[in-house]
């Protein structure tokens, strides 16, 4: 079986490290010749077409024995000075290579292959003309339940910040908090832009309008102090309570007004 050179994958990888070439390359020379690897597949968001610079390489093997592979000694060939189980994947690995690389080995059966969850592929090997589940085209709009999750868990938290943060002067938990709000109204305007194009889980800033990367790049990052943890927590919380009220009912939700007030006074109390 050859060594990879096929068009399609060396245009898939082409946005990708140049010396992922080279480690894929590795791997079809650990599986080319061994006949229980029945079919070798790129997906994520290589399979996608949606790689870009930042980009890892995921691969799925198809295999007559998982157990055969799930060894780590068997991708020492990779350099790994890195390697984690990939949860809920018995023998699936991470591999993060000496070079910086970073590959994470899927490993299926022919039988799992019609119900497998990874239906955006390119095909490297294939020894039987497998065919992959057809891609589904998600374009299910906002999450409602969990919009609201996100915007009960920000009020939650708004009764926490002044007695656990402010009252102990606890400032790097402060920053911590800061971010957390921060994260909910990051989480928030994503939900309520569904369907979001495809795109790779990393690639944070596209899943964002320009306004939307705007506002969340102008709320200021805290010190370890006082005055910039409760700035900064101010402006997140306005933020939260202005755009992200906003967002939550445009896309048809119910912004919580008995319980914001609540705690509002309450914030009002604490001299906050």
């Not at 994503?190 to 889980?201: A, C, D, F, K, Y």
């Not at 409760?230 to 912004?255: D, P």
Request: one cysteine or more.
């Amino acid at each position: 079986m050859p060594r990879v050179r096929c068009e399609d994958v060396s245009e898939a990888i082409a946005p990708l490290d140049p010396g992922y070439a080279d480690l894929l390359d590795r791997v079809v020379d650990v599986a080319a010749d061994d006949e229980r690897v029945r079919a070798m597949w790129l997906t994520g968001s290589v399979g996608r077409g949606v790689a870009d610079a930042g980009s890892d390489l995921d691969v799925v093997l198809t295999v007559t024995d998982p157990a055969a592979y799930g060894d780590p000694i068997t991708w020492a060939v990779l350099d790994p000075v890195i390697t984690t189980p990939i949860p809920g994947r018995p023998g699936c690995r991470a591999f993060t290579t000496r070079l910086g690389l970073r590959l994470d080995l899927l490993l299926e059966t022919p039988a799992d292959l019609p119900g497998s969850p990874y239906t955006h592929r390119v095909r490297v090997l294939d020894r039987d003309g497998l065919e992959p589940p057809a891609p589904v085209d998600d374009r299910r709009g906002p999450d409602l339940g969990r919009m609201q999750e996100l915007v009960t868990e920000f009020l939650r938290q708004s009764a926490i910040f002044p007695a656990a943060v402010v009252a102990r002067e606890d400032w790097l938990l402060g920053q911590v908090a800061v971010h957390n709000y921060q994260r909910l109204l990051y989480d928030l305007v994503v939900e309520s832009n569904r369907p979001l194009p495809s795109m790779g889980i990393k690639q944070w800033s596209r899943r964002l309008t320009p306004e939307q990367r705007d506002l969340l790049s102008a709320l200021p990052a805290p010190a370890a102090d006082r005055d910039s943890v409760v700035r900064a927590m101010a402006a997140a919380r306005e933020a939260l309570r202005t755009h992200g009220r906003a967002a939550l009912e445009a896309a048809g939700g119910v912004w919580p007004d008995d319980v914001d007030a609540a705690l509002a006074a309450y914030w009002e109390r604490q001299g906050l």
